[in-house]
């Protein structure tokens, strides 16, 4: 069947957005509206005839409304394949009239628990009727056209008037494809939102599902397609963000800029914090009296690789940092806020994508991590581990000084963020040098070290710039070479995990160099 005249419309949505405009079109065309409850009396006080689905089905809305509209004439409505002789007598026999166009929208369940609303008002939210209907018409999409969104709305009306009344095949097909992944994401939300509440980290079943935010030109290479989704978790960050100018982002940019804003969201905005980051790494990070500051010192870690880079900080950009940043070509810069002069002074490179988020991520947040694998899915928590949370113990027979362990834990905080194998320096409160992605721990180690060297060429300083400085490692020493590259470096304090079989060896080098050394007891891969 090609073309299907709509003579009767069933509506029931939580989003009113155009549903009267909507509604009066199709009124205006002779299709007869069936509706319940909200959206009935919304249709009616608009002066539009309406029937009730009570009417349609004998009997009222009960049970504070869940059952309304789970009834065989309803159903039967939907399912009911048109030219099909039992299907038809069956119609007949039992007074079943076709419904040809199914608008729904679902109870809004993602905002509910979005809003951290109590269980019971999640629980209520959930939508039974609903999904069951939406689903039953686009089973029956050969002859039934579902919409699930206002943002169909046109789509549907378009055709209708350039067909007489009827829609295409070709559209009730697409429209029920969106309808299956729109209850398949509202499922996925649901489900695991009940495994958050239950406590269980395993499911049985784990679903994923979200809305199309943005088509992207391509993915990490030119061959690859790419589509960013928003899903129905509640965290700040570069997918809810607002874009106040630059050209669309790419694959690439949004999932550096999430590295960034993830970085720099370790630090509260008491004290200013940069992060730069390049592929995903970090190449700078600092803290400073302003962001003013914290941008310089974070640049002077490795101004090279800044070139064409990602810039997040910690709080609202002023006129100061703006002019700094602007200084060299920066891809996108992400933010809380941002004031006016320092919008006007961002407006003047038109490349540039400057976006705001209106707050911090929570580093301390519970949440999922998930990547595909061949055949499957690999899914963990999110590693929301603070340095500031943790409790170090010392190992050395010297213990770190306030300023070492002040730069210890800043130092830890970036290697979090830093490809595996991580090895950060850092003194001030700036990274000096970061060496990421490596197969073995030790050329981190020396990565980093010759980065520091090369940074201190660059500023004219006679010595690295890990000269006094300390290091973090994101996994223990698995030999002591790696501890001994960064104190030839010139640390003089380590912060690690611990739990190495040699242990007893690294600790015993450190001892024999005067460094003082903690294991935080946590590990931070990150692949």
Known sequence: MADQRIRRALLSVSDKTGLISFATTLVNRGIELVSTGGTAAALKAAGLAVKDVSELTGFPEMMDGRVKTLHPKVHGGLLAIRGNAVHDAAAREHEISPIDLLVVNLYPFESTIAKQAPYDDCVENIDVGGPAMIRGAAKNHESVTVVVEPADYDRVLEEIAANDGATTLALRKALAAKAFARTAAYDAAISNWFAREIGTTTPDYRAFGGKLSQSLRYGENAHQSA??????????????????????LSYNNINDTDAAFELVSEFAPGVPAVAIIKHANPCGVATGTSLADAYRKALACDPVSAFGGIIALNRAIDAEAANDITKIFTEVVIAPGASDEAKAIFATKKNLRLLLTGGLADSRAAGLNFKSVAGGFLVQSRDASNADDLELKVVTKR??????LKDLLFAFKVAKHVKSNAIVYAKGGATVGVGAGQMSRVDSARIAAWKAAEAAKAQGVNEPLTVGSVVASDAFFPFADGLITAAEAGVTAVIQPGGSMRDDEVIKAADERGLAMVFAGVRHFRH
């Open 227 to 248: 589509a960013l989704y928003l899903s129905a978790e509640n965290r700040i960050g570069v997918a809810t963000a607002e874009q106040l100018q630059g050209k669309e």
């Open 399 to 404: 213990a770190p000084t306030e300023a070492e």
